[in-house]
């Protein structure tokens, strides 16, 4: 048995970019998550940690973060990782790995909006 499933609580870091595969939308997106700054035990300051995440949404998801997610907006989202390998321009091997959304909830709507 095997399980690949993230959980994130966290801050768009940039608007939704939608693109499409054939007529298949989607958006791409990143996501902070931060672990709070703390004193150790020892008395040493440990400073907040932020974690990036490239975020993708396919069909309705895409269409309706595309409608209501913009940067600033904090959401919770479950999905499951994937990592992509491919060439750039200069034949340099590349690696991404990206969260593929299966549920989300919209926490909060961006100050801006």
């Known amino acids: 048995m095997s399980v690949n499933k993230v959980i994130l609580v966290g ?43 490239n975020i993708i949404m396919w069909d309705d998801f895409a269409r309706t973060a595309e409608r209501y997610i913009t940067k600033g907006t904090k959401l919770y989202l479950e999905g499951k990782l994937r ?3 491919w060439q750039d321009s200069n034949a340099i091997k590349r690696n991404i790995t990206e969260i593929i959304v299966e549920r ?3 926490l909060s709507r961006a100050l801006n909006n």
């Open 83 to 85: 990592t992509r390998t």
């Open 104 to 106: 989300f909830d919209i």
């Open 11 to 53: 801050n768009v870091g940039r608007n939704p970019e939608m693109n499409f595969i054939g007529d298949r939308p989607y958006v791409r997106f990143t996501l902070a998550t931060s672990e709070p700054a703390y004193t150790s035990p020892k008395g040493e300051h440990v400073p907040e940690i932020t974690e990036w995440h």
